[in-house]
């Protein structure tokens, strides 16, 4: 029996740890691979030593050996069980690491009891806690440090470039720049990103505005992402959406250190009625170390027809909020998560209305796709897989300049 759970051990620690050192996101990860592979021959040695030990006992040593890889194995079982209880959802993987993990318990007794000689036993003990201690420092890096590190994330930028007159000087266009800029030390896929103009009505007040206007204008700041100042004569009303489209492909990325750029024309009529044209650049991203994205995104469902639609995405249509729905399969950056995890499925909404336009993405389980997420457990699956909602605006700007060369 210790030999059957020794060369299980030694199966399954192969696979998984040649798995994570070629294929790995992190360095942590490719490491962890390393350390599996070894532990692995230590075991495939240890089951060798046993049947020496117990038969012709030809090496003097082979109690010793026997005992390090029975050993081995216990510690390494019981991480990936607690790995596998703390994120993994297989009941079968759970189970298989619960006996190998009882049963390298009991080898370890077992050899222990037949009278192991061991050469030098202070320095054995030592060498087995160091080697303990850079295990499951290892393991508590890749698991539990790393996820937590600090996060790092792209930096998008907006300028607005000198409008110009159509011929008939009926209609202008402004020049619109976007820039999505990678400091970091990681690359990013891009899941979906949106670029849209919002127009403002801003009429003066012909006298100053009263305190209870400014109090009922600050009410609206909890409701709203876009706050209009507290002014003495200015009154802002909402915005109207002026022209929103894509500005990156959807399933593309952008490395570390790298600069992604391109330019949108926003044309409108010169008898706009609008005071104010602002502009907003958004991208829902993930970090390429935390998933792998099985590109391309597809097309599931527009929200206005039917088809694979969720109740909550149907339910803003009663707000006049329209979506283009794409999903694509994503797995884990890791040999253990990918075993002993449910598929995942990444979703990305592209939602635009009277009122404005965004782009979100979410994780779920296979069969969960239409499931709308708690906010607790939107940051978990965010803080996991390195979802990154980037926005910048509003970048304002007044029409009278341009409305005047009529």
């Known amino acids: 029996m210790i030999v059957l759970v020794l060369l299980m051990t030694t199966l399954l620690l192969a696979q998984i740890g040649l798995e994570d050192f070629v294929h790995d996101l992190t360095f942590a990860g490719r490491l962890t691979g390393a350390v599996l ?3 692995s021959f230590t075991t495939l040695v240890g089951a060798a030593a046993v049947l ?13 050996v026997a005992l390090i890889g029975t050993f081995a194995a216990l510690l390494t079982n019981a991480l990936l069980l607690a790995q596998t209880v703390k994120d993994g959802e297989s009941a079968i993987y759970q189970a298989l690491f619960s006996a190998l993990a009882a049963g390298s318990a009991f080898a370890v007794v077992a050899v222990w009891r037949t009278s192991v000689v061991i050469p030098a036993p202070k320095r054995v003990a030592a060498a087995l806690i160091v080697s303990s201690v850079i295990a499951v420092g290892n393991f508590g890096y890749q698991n539990l440090f790393q996820p937590y590190q600090r996060r790092t994330q792209p930096l998008i930028t907006v300028s ?3 409008p110009v007159l159509s011929k008939n000087r009926t209609a202008f266009a402004v020049p619109v720049d976007i820039a999505i800029r990678n400091h970091g030390d990681v690359g990013f896929y891009v899941l979906g990103t949106e670029f849209h103009a919002m127009g403002k009505r801003v009429p003066l007040s012909p006298k100053d505005r ?13 409701n709203s992402a876009d706050w209009d100042p507290l002014s003495r004569r200015e009154v802002h009303q909402p915005g109207e959406l002026i022209e929103a489209k894509p500005w990156m492909s959807y399933g593309s990325w952008i490395e570390s250190n790298d600069t992604y750029a391109t330019r949108m024309v926003v044309q409108i009529p010169m008898n706009t009625p609008y005071d104010q044209v602002e502009f907003y650049a958004t991208a829902s991203l993930a970090r390429k170390d935390q998933l792998v994205l099985k590109s391309p995104l ?19 249509q009663k ?26 499925f990444v979703t990305v909404y592209w939602t635009f209305g009277t009122h404005g336009a965004r782009v979100q993405a979410t994780i779920t389980r296979k069969g969960e ?14 803080s996991r ?13 007044t029409l009278w300049d341009v409305k005047r060369q009529r």
Not at 299 to 313: D, Q
Not at 369 to 382: M, T, Y
Not at 385 to 397: A, D, H, K, Q, W
Request: glycine share 8%; aromatic share 10%.
């Open 37 to 39: 592979l070894v532990v």
């Open 52 to 64: 020496d030990h117990c038969t012709r006992q030809s090496f003097p040593y082979s109690g010793l």
């Open 160 to 162: 607005m470039g000198k």
């Open 210 to 222: 009263l305190r209870r206007q400014w109090r009922t204008d600050a009410e609206q700041w909890p």
């Open 298 to 316: 597809d097309f599931v469902a527009y929200s206005w027809r039917r088809g694979n639609v969720p109740g909550w995405v149907k339910e803003q």
């Open 319 to 344: 707000i006049g909020l329209d979506s283009l729905i794409y999903r694509a399969r994503v797995h884990e950056n890791n040999a253990l998560d990918e075993r002993t995890r449910d598929p995942r």
């Open 369 to 382: 796709e239409n499931r709308e997420l708690g906010d607790e457990e939107n940051r978990e699956v965010s």
């Open 385 to 397: 897989y390195g979802l990154v909602n980037l926005v910048t605006g509003p970048v304002e700007r």
